[in-house]
């Protein structure tokens, strides 16, 4: 399928993505945080994360998405959400191992 796809009012419609997660990460805690991840603690969630999924090969295969406050505003911690687990919040620490949301390490507790 090249170009916009093409639709009618009222019909809905499905376009296939290729992903096979989303994560969902609040933007307010990633700017209070400013850093805090990757190697030296330098980075931004969504930084480290993205590095961390093209080392894995998987980064056409999660989408990562900053949204709003998920509301409940951690210190020195950033929100995020699996989209395949959107029952529970993962709140990352500061210089926590992002492979919890890549997928390629266990959650802790």
């Known amino acids: 399928m090249s170009g916009k796809p093409k639709i009618t009012p009222g019909a809905v419609m499905t376009v296939q993505t290729g992903w096979r997660d989303t994560v969902l990460i609040c933007r307010k805690c990633s700017k209070k945080l400013d850093g805090g991840f990757g190697e030296g603690g ?3 969630l969504r930084t480290a994360l993205r ?3 093209r080392e894995t090969g ?8 900053e ?6 505003c951690p210190k020195r911690a950033v929100v995020a959400c699996l ?3 959107s029952e529970r919040l993962l709140v990352l620490g500061e210089g926590a191992d992002v492979g919890v ?3 390629t390490s266990p959650p802790a507790g």
């Open 42 to 44: 330098e980075q931004t």
């Open 51 to 53: 590095e961390r999924l």
């Open 58 to 65: 998987q980064r056409r295969a999660v989408r990562i998405i």
């Open 67 to 72: 949204t709003g406050c998920f509301g409940v």
């Open 83 to 85: 989209g395949r687990q």
């Open 101 to 103: 949301l890549a997928g």
